[in-house]
Nanobody, 125 residues
Framework: QVQLVESGGGLVQVGGSLRLSCSASASAAARTIFSIDNMGWYRQAPGKQRELVATSTSGGSTVYADSVKGRFTISRDNAKNSVYLQMNNLQFEDTAVYYC??????????????WGQGTQVTVSS
């Protein structure tokens, strides 16, 4: 079993900053047969589909949604199995539930996605 724990959401004003954190943990059995590939952040606003915010691969490449380029920065600490999202110059349109996402592979090439419970980010005027 792999679990993701998120933190850092909250209420901020337009132009403010926020830092989200997500740490992955696994059972002793899973730890020996599961390897992490991609870690990233998605968000879902009311009435909208869940969308990619930013993702980081095990090889070090990053991908950002156009709407957050230049404002958000994703970072990763492989030793801690953690991923972070620094959000600057937040806008009202950034209001959403933000989800941490992890993709990895088990022995025998079984690919698996894991999701955090989500953390609310609310940007007010």
């Amino acid at each position: 079993q792999v679990q993701l724990v998120e933190s850092g959401g909250g209420l901020v004003q337009v132009g403010g900053s926020l830092r989200l954190s997500c740490s992955a943990s696994a059972s002793a059995a899973a730890r020996t047969i599961f390897s992490i590939d991609n870690m990233g952040w998605y968000r879902q606003a009311p009435g909208k589909q869940r969308e990619l915010v930013a993702t980081s691969t095990s090889g070090g490449s990053t991908v950002y949604a156009d709407s957050v380029k230049g404002r958000f920065t994703i970072s990763r600490d492989n030793a801690k199995n953690s991923v972070y999202l620094q959000m600057n110059n937040l806008q009202f349109e950034d209001t959403a539930v933000y989800y941490c996402r992890l993709q990895g592979v088990y022995t025998l090439l079984v690919v698996k996605d894991y999701w955090g419970q989500g953390t609310q980010v609310t940007v007010s005027s």
